[in-house]
C-alpha cells in the first residue's frame, strides 16, 4: 500500500536542460507547478469572469467575488486601520491564492500546494518583506522603535535580542503554521481511508466494523473544508495584523 | 450659495449616518482548538528559531556551547512573548472594534 506521505511527493513532469552563457540552468515543470499554473488560472478566470458584466441586483457568480471584497476589506479594516486599505490588492491576492490553493488541494487526486514549506515560506518572506519596507518608509529608522519596549535601559539589553528574536519567528510560525494544517489534514484522510480497505480485506467480522473509518472520513473531509477556509482566513488576517504594527507602531499609548 | 454653517452640519449628519451604517467587523471566535494551535506554534517556533540561531553562531564562532544556551533561553522568552501578543490580539478581537491593539507594554513591565 502506498504511504500516506506519497501525495506530498514532487514530480518533474517536463525537464530541460538550458545551457544560458556560463550556467546551466535546469528547468523543471513538477506536478506542484502545474498546480500552481491551475490554482492561479482558476482563481483569475473565476474573479475575471464573475464581474465581467457587472449587474446591480449579483448573480451568483458575482456576489461571491463581491463577498469576497467586502470580507477582505472589513478584515483590512478592523485589523489594519482605514490607510490599511492600500494593502487591499496584496492581501486580497494572498487570501485568494491560499483559499484556493486549500481547496483544490481537497480535490481527489489533486495536489495541495501549501502543503509544501517553499510555498508558504515564501509567501511568508514576502509579507515580512512587505511589513519590513513599510516600516521604514512611513517611519524612517523611528520603524526601529518596534524593537525597543517601554522599559529601563538595563532591561532593554535583554528585551530588544527578545523582540528581535520574535519579530524574526513571524515569517516561520506564519508558514509553518499554514504548511502542517494542510500537511496534517491530507495524510489523517489518506491514513483513515488505508483503514478502510485494510480492514474491508482482512474478511469476518472486520469487514463489517471497515464502514466505521469510512464515516470517519466523511467528518474529517467536512473538518478539512473548514480548516482550509480557517488557514486563509488566519494568514490574511494575520498579515493584516503585521502591516498594521508597521503602520502604526505603538500608536495605542 | 449655500450657508457654510448648514454645510457643516449637513456634513457632521452624513457622518453620523454612515458611522452607523458602516459594517461592524463580525468575526466568531476561533475555536479553541484554533487558539492552542496558534498558541503552541508561536512557543514552539520562537524556542527552535533561538536555539538554531545559537547552534548557528556556535558554528560560526567555534564551538562554544555558551551561544547556544543563551539563545535558547532568549528563544524562549520570545517565545513567550509572541504567546503574550497572540493572547493580547484575541482579547481586543473578542473586544470588538476599532484597530487591533497589538500589544500592551505597560503591563508587564
Known amino acids: 500500500m502506498q504511504s500516506p506521505m506519497e501525495q506530498f511527493t514532487i514530480r518533474p513532469l517536463l525537464e530541460s536542460n538550458v545551457e544560458h552563457h556560463f550556467h546551466k540552468h535546469d528547468f523543471i515543470f ?4 502545474l498546480w500552481m499554473c491551475i490554482v492561479v488560472g482558476a482563481a483569475s478566470l473565476f474573479l475575471t469572469l464573475a464581474v465581467a458584466r457587472p449587474q446591480l ?3 451568483r457568480m ?3 467575488a463581491e463577498l469576497a471584497y467586502e470580507f477582505v476589506a472589513n478584515m483590512i479594516r478592523s485589523a489594519a486601520g482605514e490607510d490599511g486599505m492600500i494593502f487591499f490588492p496584496f492581501v486580497f491576492t494572498i487570501f485568494v491564492f491560499v483559499l484556493f490553493s486549500n481547496f483544490f488541494g481537497l480535490l481527489p487526486g489533486a495536489f495541495t500546494v501549501t502543503s509544501q514549506i517553499a510555498v508558504t ?3 511568508a518572506c514576502l509579507v515580512i518583506a512587505t511589513v519590513i519596507v513599510t516600516g521604514f518608509v512611513v517611519h524612517g529608522l523611528g520603524f526601529l522603535k518596534l524593537f525597543v519596549p517601554h522599559a529601563p535601559w538595563y532591561l532593554l539589553i535583554l528585551l530588544v535580542p527578545i523582540e528581535l528574536i520574535s519579530f524574526f519567528t513571524r515569517p516561520i510560525s506564519l508558514s509553518v503554521r499554514l504548511f502542517a ?6 495524510t489523517m484522510l489518506k491514513v483513515f481511508a488505508s483503514f478502510v480497505i485494510a480492514l474491508g480485506t482482512a474478511g469476518g467480522v472486520f469487514t463489517a466494523i471497515s464502514i466505521a473509518p ?4 466523511v467528518a474529517i473531509s467536512a473538518l478539512e473544508i473548514l480548516v482550509a477556509f480557517l488557514q486563509a482566513y488566519v494568514f490574511a488576517i494575520l498579515t ?5 504594527e508597521a503602520l502604526h507602531l505603538h500608536d495605542q499609548h | 450659495m449655500p450657508d457654510p454653517d448648514e454645510l457643516r452640519a449637513l456634513g457632521k449628519r452624513l457622518d453620523e449616518v454612515r458611522r452607523q451604517k458602516e459594517p461592524r467587523p463580525q468575526q466568531a471566535p476561533p475555536s479553541s482548538l484554533g487558539i492552542a494551535g496558534r498558541f503552541a506554534t508561536e512557543f514552539v517556533v520562537a524556542v527552535a528559531f533561538g536555539g538554531g540561531l545559537g547552534w548557528l553562531l556556535g558554528r560560526v564562532f567555534g564551538h562554544a556551547p555558551i551561544f547556544i544556551v543563551v539563545m535558547f533561553v532568549l528563544g524562549a522568552a520570545a517565545g513567550i512573548r509572541n504567546v503574550m501578543r497572540a493572547a493580547a490580539e484575541l482579547n481586543a478581537r473578542s473586544a470588538g472594534g476599532g484597530p487591533a491593539v497589538s500589544q500592551d507594554d505597560d503591563e508587564e513591565t
Do not use: D, R
Open chain 1, 240 to 244: 493584516c495584523i503585521y502591516l498594521n
Open chain 1, 62 to 64: 458575482q456576489s461571491m
Open chain 1, 121 to 123: 515560506f515564501a509567501l
Open chain 1, 181 to 186: 494544517n494542510m500537511l496534517a489534514g491530507h
Open chain 1, 30 to 33: 513538477t506536478n506542484q507547478s
Open chain 1, 57 to 59: 441586483v449579483p448573480g
Open chain 1, 214 to 217: 469510512m464515516f470517519l472520513i
